[in-house]
């Protein structure tokens, strides 16, 4: 029951606007729906295990509150930031003793991507029993970071960032508890959901300062930095953001679409990457990608890396951001890529196989008696530049590697390479 004191602390926006049904969480119909996984769930009145992977402010806590009240079960927030040990311990002996007077115990674990792998594994008995239901929320991928045998009991529900639509239904809801309307314009009102970035707590962070604020008209979108101020970038440089958006660049390059290279080049940049990550993953593209398609992409990416080193940043940014065009409108080509995983696929199948006799050196005149160097033939001595020799150990056949593409200069090494080969096979007799 609510104190006096109580009734005269004006509660926080984030409190009023809680959910008080499922129904009414915003943005993941995927999952609650009523033929969704956890909508079904919840219909059947039984609960298992799960894990909530989502982005920050994307109602995990609440979905898991308002699992367990609809299904009475006694709700026990954790958080792995603060927990360990003992807390665990007295948190499933409780739960013991919850399931002897016949109630269940949903345990939340916030964060429980922060337990270690020992930690993780105390979970798995009273999952197993069923002392708990486990409900685990992280915001990094499970299947990087939490023990296969946790997963392999929990199933896992993928929670999205929220949308224009969602935002903006909790902007409504702000205004209909407080009855009035936000002070801003529609163009800055468009401009909040852009800087909530999908997340409803910041969203409503956000509000709560517009609301509190002596706002006599509404704001424009210039006005509106002056109250509240945009929210950094979601990325962690060492988490899965950082291999997601690495993989949307070189995926971007490799299809030849600049524009949308530019942008996960930018985003990378703007949440704070090292400059040399990218550069380094740029220069492996024009090796991997482009290749001798266009054999001066590698030579741009050496110099656009040279540049930002002596150029630093913000001025070395356009270095980086004029290599990511060069090599999105380059020619791609994986012809010497593919050749060299054959050729060492090759290499250590064969052993150690040692090269023809004739293209040995022979410095010693005993290593000429016994052959060394017997029969070469100086190519640029021959009437077309070109010998047609056996250059492979004798015991192994003639394996071609390298199977250059029609396109950019890779055109014309083919051309060079269809001549030799028709050299070799008049000069061999075949």
Not at 279 to 286: E, G, H
Not at 331 to 341: E, F, L, Q, R, T
């Amino acid at each position: 029951m609510p104190t006096l004191f109580e009734h005269n602390t004006e509660r926080p926006l984030a409190d009023k606007l809680r959910p008080q049904h499922i129904e009414d969480v915003v943005g993941q119909d995927s999952v609650l729906a009523a033929n969704a996984p956890l909508g079904r769930m919840l219909s059947s009145g039984k609960l298992t295990s799960f894990i909530l992977w989502g982005p920050p402010g994307c109602g995990k806590t609440t979905i898991a509150r308002l699992l367990a009240e609809n299904t009475d079960m006694a709700f026990v927030p954790l958080s792995a930031v603060f927990s360990g040990v003992a807390d665990l311990r007295k948190v499933f002996a409780e739960a013991e003793q919850r399931r002897k007077m016949g109630k269940g115990t949903l345990l939340f674990v916030d964060e429980i991507h922060r337990f270690n792998r020992s930690q993780q594994d105390g979970f798995l008995p009273y999952v197993e029993d069923g002392t708990v239901v486990l409900v685990g929320a992280t915001t990094e991928n499970p299947s990087f970071e939490l023990n296969a045998a946790l997963l392999s009991r929990c199933k896992v529900f993928v929670l999205n960032r929220l949308d224009n639509d969602a935002l903006e239904q909790i902007i409504k809801r702000a205004e209909a508890a407080l009855g009035k309307a936000l002070p801003v314009d529609e163009e800055a009102r468009n401009a909040i959901k852009a800087m909530a970035d999908g997340d409803g707590r910041y969203l409503i962070n956000m509000l709560e300062a517009l609301f509190a604020a002596d706002i006599q008209k509404p704001l424009t979108v210039a006005e509106l930095t002056e109250v509240i101020s945009r929210r950094p970038a979601n990325y962690d440089k060492d988490k899965e953001g950082h291999y997601n958006l690495i993989s949307a660049l070189h995926k971007s390059l490799r299809g030849s679409d600049p524009d949308a290279a530019l942008y996960w080049c930018e985003r990378m940049l703007e949440g704070g990457e090292d400059p040399g990550y990218i550069l380094r993953r740029l220069t492996r593209f024009a090796v991997e990608d482009v290749g001798l398609a266009d054999p001066n992409a590698l030579t741009q990416a050496i110099a656009a890396w040279e540049a930002y080193d002596r150029l630093g940043s913000p001025e070395g940014d356009l270095a980086i951001a004029q290599l990511v065009v060069f090599l999105a409108t380059a020619p791609k080509s994986v012809g010497v890529y593919k050749a060299h995983k054959l050729a060492r696929k090759t290499a250590k199948e064969t052993g150690s196989l040692v090269p023809p006799m004739h293209i040995l050196n022979a410095p010693t005149k005993m290593m000429k008696d016994i052959g060394y160097s017997d029969g070469y033939i100086y190519d640029p001595d021959t009437e077309d530049g070109f010998s047609g020799q056996n250059y492979f150990p004798e015991e192994m056949p003639r394996t071609i590697f390298y199977r250059p593409f029609e396109r950019g200069f890779e055109r014309e090494i083919k051309k060079r390479l269809d001549y030799w080969n028709k050299l070799r096979a008049e000069k061999q007799g075949k």
